[in-house]
């Protein structure tokens, strides 16, 4: 394992691992746990974790438990044919590429969100009812069902509109309207319902 060396202030936070398990964090100097180092991983805070008495680093071994306790806490991620995909590839050929392999998807899948999430959040700020959602969710919904009922692509928004945290919405028996949609409206309908999509493999993953 390769040694930390003492370091650079501006460098990731560096966590020391005990004999007991302890572990301390040294910029705020108390000790924590691993909740609290997923924690931090969630809010892209860099750290390494060291042991306390070999300074080797030891930050995979210890992200790695971090996913097995949020696992075996049912917080399941990882389908069984993924699992299983991947115990195989050890002692393949192949192994050498899947670590990079897989970091480049990852960072892949997670630049998409933003864009998706981002370009969705641009569009309902820029829009009055938007505004309304940041007020008064409740009326926010209200007014979208208003919109739904005389939309021609009612089901389209509802689709698309359901991982945004809307609600359930029924449909509706009304004429579609014929006025037509916007360039930009179609652009912005053809992202939230990619969006959807995404979210809908995301959901899949969970089950």
Known sequence: MAK????????????????????????TSNYITLDFLADMTREDIDFVVIDAKSGDDITHNVLTQIIVDEESSGQN?????F?????????????????????????????NQKQFQEAVEGALNKNPLGQMAVKNQKQFQEAIENALKSSPLAGVVEKALNPLGLGDRT???????????????VE???L??????????IDKLDN
């Open 4 to 27: 930390i060396k003492k370091g650079d202030p501006d460098g990731p936070i560096i966590i020391k691992k005990y004999a007991n398990r302890r572990l301390y964090n040294t910029q």
């Open 77 to 81: 991620m990882l389908p069984v044919n």
């Open 83 to 111: 699992l299983r995909q991947l115990i195989s590839m050890y002692g393949n050929s192949m192994q050498s590429l899947m670590p990079s392999y897989l970091e480049a998807s990852m960072e892949n899948f997670r630049k």
């Open 171 to 185: 449909g509706s028996n009304a004429e579609p309207d014929s006025d037509k949609m916007s360039p930009k409206d």
């Open 188 to 190: 912005i309908m053809e």
């Open 192 to 201: 939230k319902q990619q969006l959807a999509d995404i979210q809908s493999k």
